[in-house]
């Protein structure tokens, strides 16, 4: 699986990413009362969902590395949460199987630079709406 950022239009994968994720939470309301007994119960309430990047850093020009994702902290960005293309030298998204999709917020971005290792990064990214489920693509 493969965390994709959107710029310009197109569907960039964050390089040389050594772990992705994806977490998504419901929330619930107590709905406890004297009725309930010695049990609690509950209601499900608004959902969220984030997903977060381990990455090595890139310097190499037209990357989604540190510098690209540093530009980008605190916006608004879509980001689409998929399969990589078997073969394909550019990590594109492999449309054959679901995907998800959705608009999230770079919350943090953190750099690590540990002696005589190389240079990583991670990222959170927080969802801001609902997170879409993208069926894949039927080829006849």
Not at 84 to 104: M, N, W
Request: charged fraction near 15%; proline fraction near 4%.
């Amino acid at each position: 699986m493969m965390l994709y950022v959107d710029v310009a239009g197109v569907l960039s994968p964050i390089a040389f990413a050594t772990s992705n994720g994806i977490s998504i939470s419901t929330d619930t309301i107590d709905t406890s009362n004297k009725m309930s007994g010695k049990w609690k119960s509950f209601l499900p309430a608004q959902s969220q969902w984030t997903v977060s990047t381990e990455a090595l850093i890139s310097k190499a020009t037209g990357h989604m590395s540190y510098d690209t994702l540093r530009s980008k902290i605190g916006s608004v960005i879509d980001v689409q949460f998929g399969t990589v293309l078997a073969g394909s030298p550019e990590f594109a998204l492999d449309t054959e199987y679901p995907s998800q999709k959705g608009q999230a917020i770079l919350t943090a971005l953190d750099k690590t630079a540990e002696s005589g290792g190389i240079a990583t990064c991670s990222a959170t990214l927080q969802g801001t709406g609902e997170l879409l489920d993208v069926s894949a693509v039927v080829i006849p």
